[in-house]
């Protein structure tokens, strides 16, 4: 059973390289015979070049290895983006927590010990 399709989003020098942009598009039409939703990973530091919604990416997954920075700053342009509290509950922990939550029930974890808890009275997610 199909959960979705990805695309990677190459870059260079801070611009989405055209043949991503291809693949978009074409994992829009792919995903929409499937019925099912087009996430677009992209890996890299600051703002992309271009929307990415645009060309298709129902969802957006971005990753950095850039130095850490200061979390306060994310709450903060988080705080201005208009975003309803719903969204910022998600992006603050509530897509990894569903995610964990899953590898847990499946038995995936990494056993690590790490126990992860949204709130007080949630059950704990072992890592």
């Known amino acids: 059973m199909a959960q979705g399709v990805l695309v990677f989003i190459e ?4 611009k989405v390289k055209k043949t991503s942009l291809e693949a978009l598009s074409a994992a829009r ?6 019925g099912e939703p087009v996430s ?3 890996i890299g530091s600051g ?7 645009h060309y298709g990416a129902d969802r957006i997954l971005w990753g950095s290895d850039f130095p850490l920075l200061s979390p306060s700053r994310y709450f903060r342009e988080m705080a201005g983006a ?6 910022r509950a998600k992006i603050q922990g ?3 927590r569903r995610i964990l939550d899953r590898q847990r029930k499946t038995g995936l974890g ?3 010990g790490v126990e992860y808890r949204q709130t007080s009275s949630d059950s704990p997610i072992t890592l």
Do not use: K, T, Y
Not at 11 to 14: D, P, S
Not at 29 to 34: G, H, I, K, S, T
């Open 82 to 87: 208009g975003l309803s509290s719903r969204a």
């Open 94 to 96: 509530g897509n990894i």
């Open 29 to 34: 039409r792919l995903a929409a015979d499937l």
């Open 47 to 53: 703002e992309p070049s271009v929307d990415l919604a």
């Open 110 to 112: 990494s056993n690590s």
């Open 40 to 42: 677009a990973l992209r």
């Open 11 to 14: 870059e260079r020098e801070g």
